[in-house]
Every structure is written in structure tokens, then in C-alpha cells.
């Protein structure tokens, strides 16, 4: 018999996972799976439950809650040669990672997708060979609002709480002076902000990175060269319907690993939560996790 873990944030999506439990535990052992749960307690707790469920060698550990429980299974995981296969439950406020490779938002549906048994290996990020992240790492002031939106504000407003926090931080916004390598070229400039993506969308942008592939070993690197705030919100607009790519003020390019320096203090965010400050050394770590995906929807996957 396979074993599954489940490892669940109670406190996401409402608590609504707690109540659908006996069901989807009921659904999984219908479907040959032995499953056990863990409720995480807070912040990192996601992380060494997934260690613990590598060291137990469960065949399949499933993540429920949103992109930072994800995050923190995915980086518990990640280390170690013989990796359980990771299913996914999107029920946060930011579900990044699921819409990228189309997993539904319904608890029924997603536990079907597992059960059907179709993965694909995808690319997992990690900054100064110790952070993982699997949707984006980026630096800049402006990309300091998406931690900076506090979590019951989240909760209440989801993705416009996001919005909210940007129009009341278009004031502040300025550019950092850096020195970007990637691939063997060089940028230095002055930037509002730099963005290094896994998949094709990030906090309601979804056509940041249109060709983004989940699998091809490569980030799409995107740089805001310095504008004014007029320019900025002119950028913004455009990127939400993909049409900023071929914009001077942008730089949109593919890279397997980037350095980024600065002289200057630039704050970095790794999947929407702090995560330190530069120096930091981003590489692309090719195919590293098996992830359950909808089997009629690998087509639209833009996998390589
Ligand atoms: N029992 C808990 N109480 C409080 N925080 C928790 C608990 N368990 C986990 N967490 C923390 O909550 C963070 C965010 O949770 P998660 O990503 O699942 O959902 P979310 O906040 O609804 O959505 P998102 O992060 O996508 O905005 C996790 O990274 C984790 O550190």
C-alpha cells in the first residue's frame, strides 16, 4: 500500500480543510493510499514535518494551505536524495504555485488530481544554497509591499489587499543601484525592482512571464530599470495584460543562475515572505521535485 502524508496549515482558507478531513482521508484510502496528517503550528513547522515524513519514506507528501506552506514542504523535501512526490491542496490567499500548473481550488478535485497519479518533475529555486523558493525571488523596494500586507488584511481582501498596500506605497517607491550577472552577462544600473520567476505568475500578474516552462532548468529574469512613479504605473498596466515585455525600461531575459550585489541595502523577497538582504547568488536547481498535475491539462503546461 502507498503512503501519504498530509501536511496542513489549520489556519488557512478559513479552517476549511479540518472539516472536509474525513473525507479526503476517506478518499485516499478508497484509492490505495494509507494516509496520516499533520497540523502545522507555525511558521518552519511545515518544513520539518515534510523532513520527518522523508526520513519515514512516505511515498507522497501533500501540501494544504497556501504558497508559503508549499514553500516551506518544498524546501523540507529538497535536500534529500530519495523525495516523496508532492501533491497539492491550494487554500490560501496566494496560490501562485497551484494556478501555475492548474490545480482547482476545490479540495475534492485536487485530492481526485493525486489520485490519478499523473506528476511532472519542476524546477524548484534556491538563493545562497540555503532558501528555497518556488514561484519567484525578487528585490527591490517595491517588492517589500508583499510581505508588508498584513496577514488579516489578506485574509478579509485577498488579492486586492495587494493593490491596496501598492497604491499607498507608490510614493515611496525608489530605485537601488545593482549589479546583476547572469549567465555570463552583466547589468549594473539603477532598478526599481528585480524579479527571478519559476512560473508564469505572481500575485494576480499572470502574464508576467507568459513563456515561462516549470521544467526547463531556466528563471525568466525581469528588471524595472529606474522610472518615475507616472512611468511606473504606465508599466504596471501593461504588465497586467503581457504587454510589457518589449518596453525599454525592461529587461526580460532566461537565466539558470543570477548574482545580484549591491552597495546599497536592497531587501530581498523569496515567494512573499522576507527573505534577507543581498548579496545573494539565485540558482535554478532543473526538475529537482515530482509534483501531482491535472493529466488533461499537461498540455497547456508549456513543459520542456
Ligand atoms: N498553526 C499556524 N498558525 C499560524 N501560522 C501558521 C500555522 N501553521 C503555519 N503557519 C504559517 O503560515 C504561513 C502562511 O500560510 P499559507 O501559505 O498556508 O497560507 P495563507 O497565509 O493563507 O496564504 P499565503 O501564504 O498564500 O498568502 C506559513 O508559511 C506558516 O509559516
Avoid: W
Avoid at 25 to 40: F, I, M, N
Avoid at 99 to 124: C, F, L, M, S, W
Avoid at 145 to 173: D, H, R
Amino acid at each position: 500500500m502507498k503512503r501519504a502524508r498530509i501536511i496542513y496549515n489549520p489556519t488557512s482558507g478559513r479552517e476549511l480543510f479540518r472539516r472536509h478531513l474525513p473525507e479526503v482521508l476517506e478518499q485516499l484510502e478508497r484509492a490505495g493510499y494509507e494516509t496520516s496528517c499533520h497540523a502545522t503550528t507555525g511558521p518552519g513547522d511545515a518544513t520539518r514535518a515534510a523532513m520527518l515524513a522523508v526520513k519515514r519514506e512516505f511515498d507522497v507528501v501533500i501540501a494544504v494551505g497556501g504558497d508559503g506552506t508549499l514553500n516551506e514542504v518544498v524546501a523540507g523535501v529538497s535536500n534529500s536524495e530519495k523525495k516523496p512526490k508532492i501533491g497539492l491542496i491550494p487554500m490560501g490567499t496566494t496560490n501562485d504555485f497551484a494556478r501555475a500548473i492548474h490545480i482547482p481550488r476545490d479540495i475534492n478535485k485536487a485530492i481526485e488530481i493525486i489520485i490519478q497519479g499523473k506528476t511532472i518533475p519542476v524546477d524548484v529555486g534556491l538563493m545562497n544554497g540555503k532558501r528555497h523558493f518556488i514561484n519567484i525571488a525578487g528585490g527591490g523596494r517595491m517588492t517589500e509591499l508583499t510581505y508588508e500586507v498584513p496577514s488579516k488584511l489578506k485574509t478579509v481582501l485577498g488579492q486586492m489587499a495587494y493593490y491596496l498596500k501598492g497604491i499607498e506605497m507608490l510614493p515611496s517607491i525608489r530605485s537601488s543601484r545593482v549589479r546583476i550577472e547572469y549567465d555570463g552577462n552583466v547589468l549594473e544600473g539603477s532598478v526599481m525592482m528585480f524579479l527571478i520567476g519559476l512560473t508564469n505568475s505572481v500575485g494576480g500578474f499572470e502574464k508576467l512571464a507568459p513563456d515561462a516552462s516549470i521544467n526547463d532548468g531556466k528563471f525568466t529574469l525581469l528588471i524595472l530599470k529606474e522610472v518615475n512613479i507616472a512611468e511606473f504605473v504606465r508599466l504596471a498596466s501593461l504588465a497586467l495584460r503581457g504587454e510589457h515585455l518589449s518596453d525599454p525600461n525592461v529587461v526580460y531575459v532566461k537565466a539558470s543562475k543570477v548574482t545580484v550585489t549591491s552597495e546599497e541595502r536592497v531587501v530581498l523577497n523569496l515567494d512573499g515572505e522576507y527573505g534577507g538582504a543581498l548579496p545573494a547568488v539565485f540558482e535554478n536547481l532543473a526538475r529537482h521535485i515530482e509534483v501531482f498535475v491535472p493529466p488533461d491539462s499537461v498540455d497547456k503546461l508549456n513543459l520542456k
